[in-house]
């Protein structure tokens, strides 16, 4: 797959996405999501079949560690992170996330093996 198609996880499942941006920026969990893709413990097609609706936030201190820690927008500032803020939303790339570990299609140990 090309960079390009995993950019339609973006489109559909993240409200930050800026597609007219000559290179659209991506959070650390896009980057996660295209790995275990490639590595194929996940199916792309699985991932869009999912609901973002679905999403609880009920893996935030792994997450948090894992996707939230290296990812560069946190660096600068996210909203998510940032206490302070209400009525926050993630990323899509850290809802997927949550809502594939909530539905036991991924495992928290292929998050913790180093990508
Ligand atoms: S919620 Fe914020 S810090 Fe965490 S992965 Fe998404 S953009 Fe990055």
């Known amino acids: 797959m090309l960079e390009k198609d995993y950019l339609i996880l973006?489109?559909?499942f993240c409200r930050f996405y800026k597609p007219?941006?000559?290179q659209p920026?991506?959070?650390?969990?896009?980057?996660?999501?295209?790995e275990l893709i490639?590595?194929?413990k996940?199916?792309?097609?699985?991932i869009l079949e999912i609901s973002i609706e679905n999403f609880r936030n009920m893996n935030n201190e792994l997450l948090?560690?894992?996707v939230c820690i290296p990812c560069p927008f946190?660096?600068?500032?996210c909203d998510f992170r940032d206490n302070a803020v209400k009525g926050k939303h993630p990323c899509?790339?850290?809802?997927i996330l949550d809502i594939l570990l909530e539905s036991g299609r991924l495992h928290h140990n292929d998050l913790r093996k180093p990508l």
């Open 10 to 12: 973006c489109g559909v």
């Open 20 to 22: 007219f941006r000559e």
């Open 25 to 34: 920026r991506k959070c650390f969990g896009f980057d996660i999501l295209k």
């Open 38 to 40: 490639e590595t194929k």
């Open 42 to 46: 996940i199916e792309f097609n699985n």
């Open 64 to 66: 948090g560690e894992i």
């Open 74 to 77: 946190r660096i600068e500032g």
């Open 92 to 95: 899509g790339g850290y809802a």
